[in-house]
């Protein structure tokens, strides 16, 4: 048999094994070869009396992550090809039968009548789970790292080979819809309790017990494609359906506030498909499939969140020619907040770390991050205290920057105060060896300038993190004027170890991020002065897909922080580059009221001890009067706050802080949440068109003033009706 990812034997009881092993790929993925393999694999199946049923399996340590998106990003740009080719409806029928392919071939494997079982070795998402419910049962091994779902949702897609309809004919609907929505990874125990799996049996008999099930006799024909079928919560149309239906539907738009075509589809498509016989069930959701592949969303959420963020993982900006650097001891100065954050996610890279503070004392009380993350890790099972330990071993406290001596890059994190910064960076690069590269964490002071103080500029580098450490994705890489490649390609390769997201920017006030971010809170200041109604703003963004309205988020990151920089700015750049509506608000705050955040409990909200927060009623008092929101333009509210966030990333690219958009949409999306449905700050552009966001903007400034002006960039692009992706 011809098969080329695949290997096919039969034992001399007729079980087949047909292992999933593609050739110079470390992990099996699904491209359009993996359907066609399936497709033979079934027919010699079915057309050798002497195979009795058929094991399938992986021969890699994982099952496989599912498909190449790349694959489906592919079959976006071939429709929109043919679209122009053929016409509209020709393409569109070509387009449905082509991304329905895969889903048919596992309808044949489901209905041909001999049993498949999946031995699933380990994680098995996407369309690869898609596989495992095609088959007629599911052995799972004790893998610890085993997981089992359909994440599509996350990227912007459905599950487009089953998985809508099989899971819910399977499990209760409450767990499917959930599973589905959320594009839950299960571990093992849980899929089992869902009926989603029918066995957990030790990694070493996984074959075995799959062969064993196959002898025990396996019935090759579905629950479902027998007459008397019954749904495992009962039909959509009964009492319990109505117990369901209704909330699922609330439920749904609270949390995706419709922003998703793709999560809409799976609602839809389960809904529906649970009406009707499996096959016209398959032909529902392939229907959705098609429809939702070809929404900007869903194209700009792959490109984005799939393709561009992998890119940017496998170092698309590491300078070539540089070799790779072998990191083995980080020194981090200054143990406070993003310190101690940054010492915690190196450790747990398997670098050593010196943390360096004023004191030991402070030190240690960095280091006790680390100790406390841990024991929460410990406490939820989740890690060992011999783990802890081990990793506390590997981070040594000193305040004598002499510790330095054999550190292979340093990342200092110290108070945001060029003085402090500029006698921190002397006493270090008289410590650390010639060759090795100084990186600083400030969120505010210009590379370049922090960069004087260097003895070695090109071997200077920003390293910029988001807080908190741990859990955020991005980091933010800024090249100074004098930084070289080896500072460059060593900043990559370390936050490649710590396994994060790098994007590369400029040097400029703000960086990437921060800029942008800044707008969003910005706009909101401004909104609560012209008497918006603060929650409304908070309660719009989120309705805009923002993950955090802008006053919670501001909140969050302190309003003294705010005032801080907007008085610096003021200082080093002139009254003019601040907004004295924005200034007088936060002054108000924070130097009248104490109002610095949720750090205080105090801040636009109150947070009371019962974890809730009520917006603060002295914000109606100094704003005066507040607008009815009945009257207010919800929509606007909306676009003032996604516009005047995606015309700074626009600007960034002008004044060439941002080189790449891909480093701007995944920026945004990993740094502050930017509607992901849009795929990023310069796709949302893309999307609306920069011939009719150029008009929004103008139509914006004529109302609300020169923030909202269009930039040069955007102007010369609408005219040629360009996309910043079409044109970088
Ligand atoms: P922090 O005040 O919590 O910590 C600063 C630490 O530096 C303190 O432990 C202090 O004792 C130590 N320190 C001060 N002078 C020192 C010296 N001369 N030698 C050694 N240690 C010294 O501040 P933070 O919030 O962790 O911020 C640190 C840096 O990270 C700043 O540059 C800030 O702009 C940047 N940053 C902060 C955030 C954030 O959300 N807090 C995010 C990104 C970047």
Same mark, same amino acid.
């Given at each position: ?5 695949f ?8 079980i087949a094994l047909l292992t999933w ?7 099996n993925?699904i491209?359009?070869?993996v359907?066609?393999?399936l497709?033979?694999a079934v027919?010699?199946a ?7 049923g058929v094991v399938v399996t992986s021969g890699?340590?994982t099952f496989s992550?599912g ?39 596992l309808?044949?494997l489901e209905?041909?009548?001999k049993p498949f079982v999946c031995a699933i070795n380990g994680m098995c998402l996407g369309g690869a789970f898609e596989i495992a419910l095609a088959c007629h049962a599911r052995v799972a091994s004790?893998?610890?790292?085993l997981?089992v ?12 080979a089953g998985g809508?309809?099989r899971?819910?004919?399977m ?17 093992a125990?849980?899929a089992k309790?869902?009926?989603l799996i029918d066995e957990i049996v030790?990694?070493?008999?996984l074959i075995?017990a799959a062969k064993?099930r196959l002898?025990?006799?396996v019935?090759p024909?579905k ?285 400029? #006030?703000?960086?990437?991020?921060? +800029? ?6 910005? /706009? @909101?200041?401004?909104? &609560?002065? !012209? *008497? $918006? ?100 333009? #919800?929509?606007?509210?909306?676009? +003032? ?6 015309? /700074? @990333?626009?600007?960034? &690219?002008? !004044? *060439? $802080? ?71």
């Open positions: 048999m011809n098969l080329k990812n290997t096919w034997s039969v034992d001399a009881d007729g092993d593609m050739q110079g790929k470390s992990m993925v491209d359009e070869s359907g066609h393999d497709n033979t027919d010699a079915v057309a050798d009396p002497a195979v009795k890699k340590d992550g498909a190449d998106l790349t694959m489906l990003e592919r079959l976006g740009q071939t429709f929109k090809d043919a679209i122009k080719a053929k016409g509209p409806e020709a393409a569109m029928a070509d387009f449905f039968e082509q991304s329905r392919a895969y889903s048919l071939v309808r044949k209905t041909c009548g004790d893998n610890p790292k997981r779902g359909l994440p599509e949702v996350k990227v912007g897609l459905f599950p487009g809508t309809q899971v819910p004919r499990a209760d609907i409450q767990s499917s819809l959930q599973m589905l929505l959320k594009g839950d990874q299960l571990k125990d849980r309790a869902m009926n030790p990694a070493d008999k075995e064993a002898k025990a006799g019935d024909v629950p479902w494609d027998k007459p008397k079928f019954k749904l495992p919560s009962g039909p959509v149309y009964s009492a319990g359906g109505m117990m369901v239906w209704p909330p699922a539907n609330a439920i749904y738009r609270k949390e995706t506030y419709d922003n998703y075509p793709g999560a809409r589809a799976i609602m839809s498509a389960v809904y529906e498909g649970l009406l009707v016989p499996m096959d016209t069930a398959l032909r529902i959701e392939s229907r959705y499939f098609a429809s939702v592949l070809r929404t900007p969303q869903a194209q700009a959420m792959i490109r984005s969140l799939f393709v561009s963020m992998g890119a940017l993982g496998k170092g698309l900006r590491r300078p070539a020619g540089v070799p790779a650097s072998q990191l083995k001891t980080v020194g981090v100065i200054g143990a406070g907040f993003m310190g101690a954050g940054i010492a915690y996610v190196t450790a747990q890279a398997g670098m050593d770390v010196v943390l360096i503070d004023r004191d030991v004392e402070a030190a240690e009380k960095g280091k006790a991050y680390t100790h406390k993350l841990m024991t929460d890790q410990v406490n939820k099972g989740r890690a060992t205290s011999a783990q802890r330990e081990a990793l506390l071993a590997k981070i040594k406290t000193s305040a004598d920057y002499a510790d330095l001596k054999d550190v292979d890059l340093v990342i200092e994190a110290v108070f945001e105060d060029p003085a402090v910064k500029a006698d921190v960076i002397k006493k270090a690069e008289a410590a650390i060896r010639p060759d090795v590269v100084f990186a600083s964490n400030t969120s505010t002071l210009p590379i370049t300038g922090l960069a004087q103080n260097s003895v070695r500029p090109d071997q200077f580098i920003g390293i910029h993190f988001f807080s908190p450490v741990d859990k955020m994705m991005l980091v933010e890489i800024i090249m100074a004027q004098k930084t070289g490649d080896k500072a460059l390609a060593v900043a990559l390769d370390y936050v490649k170890a710590i396994k994060k997201t790098p994007i590369v920017v400029n040097d400029t #006030r703000g960086f990437y991020v921060n +800029r942008c971010v800044g707008n969003y809170i910005k /706009e @909101a200041h401004l909104m &609560v002065m !012209e *008497g $918006v109604p603060p929650v409304m703003i908070d309660n719009l963004a989120k309705q805009a897909g923002m993950p955090v309205g802008p006053l919670t988020l501001n909140d969050e990151v302190a309003i003294d922080l705010g005032l801080k920089i907007l008085k610096a700015t003021k200082a080093q750049v002139g009254a003019q580059a601040v907004d004295p509506q924005q200034e007088k608000l936060l002054t108000f705050l924070v130097e009248k009221e104490g109002r610095v955040g949720k750090k205080a409990k105090k801040g636009f909200y109150e947070y009371l001890d019962n974890g809730k927060k009520t917006i603060w009623p002295g914000l109606k008092a100094f704003v005066g009067s507040q607008q009815d929101p009945d009257a207010i333009d #919800r929509q606007e509210i909306i676009d +003032r706050m996604l516009i005047t966030t995606a015309l /700074e @990333a626009s600007r960034c &690219v002008e !004044e *060439g $802080v941002v080189t790449d958009p891909r480093e701007a949409d995944v920026g945004s999306i990993l740094g502050f949440g930017f509607a992901p449905w849009s795929g990023g700050t310069l796709s949302y552009i893309d999307m609306i068109g920069t011939k009719a966001f150029v008009k929004k903007c103008d139509a914006l400034a004529a109302k609300y003033g020169d923030r909202f002006a269009p930039n040069k960039l955007l102007r010369e692009m609408a005219e040629k009706g360009e996309t910043f992706y079409g044109r970088m």
